[in-house]
């Protein structure tokens, strides 16, 4: 039914208040506050229009829990890749770990006593230094 198809719908007020009022045909969706507003300032509001009204309601929360499905797949989606990501990044680390496990000779594990020597690495970042060596050359 278009808009011109729809009809016009008339609610009736208390006595002593203005006239009746034609509602124009309800056009939906409309939101849920905008339903609420209409029935409270017309508690009177004939079935038809009140059909009408549910009807847009349903529309609104068919419409919402498609974007909001759509939201999740996307955000799954995001997830499963992170999860991977992760896997891949915990392989790496452990190998980096499997690496730097076995001290090299006359290395001593650094063990906190070197607290701010790092040493930069190729993708511009720095890591503290597993192992340290004394050098007898410089004296301290």
């Known amino acids: 039914m278009s808009a011109s198809d729809s009809p016009a719908y008339t ?4 006595p002593g208040s203005p006239p009746p ?5 309800f056009q939906g969706p409309a939101s849920p506050r905008s339903v ?3 029935l409270q300032a017309h508690p009177d509001v004939p079935n038809d229009l009140l059909r009408d009204m549910v009807a847009s309601l349903v529309q609104v929360t068919a419409q919402r829990e498609r974007t909001y499905q759509t939201e999740l797949d996307t955000y799954q989606d995001k ?14 680390l452990n190998e980096f770990n499997d690496d730097t496990a076995n001290c090299p000779d006359g290395f001593e594990e650094n063990n906190g006593r070197l607290t701010n020597f790092y040493i930069p690495s190729e ?12 050098n007898d050359a410089v004296p301290y």
């Open 11 to 14: 609610v009736n007020t208390p």
């Open 21 to 25: 009022i034609m509602l124009p045909p």
């Open 36 to 38: 609420g507003a209409i």
């Open 79 to 92: 997830l499963k890749v992170l999860h991977i990501q992760n896997t891949d990044l915990s392989a790496k």
């Open 123 to 134: 993708d511009g970042l720095s890591t503290q230094a597993h192992f340290v060596k004394r």
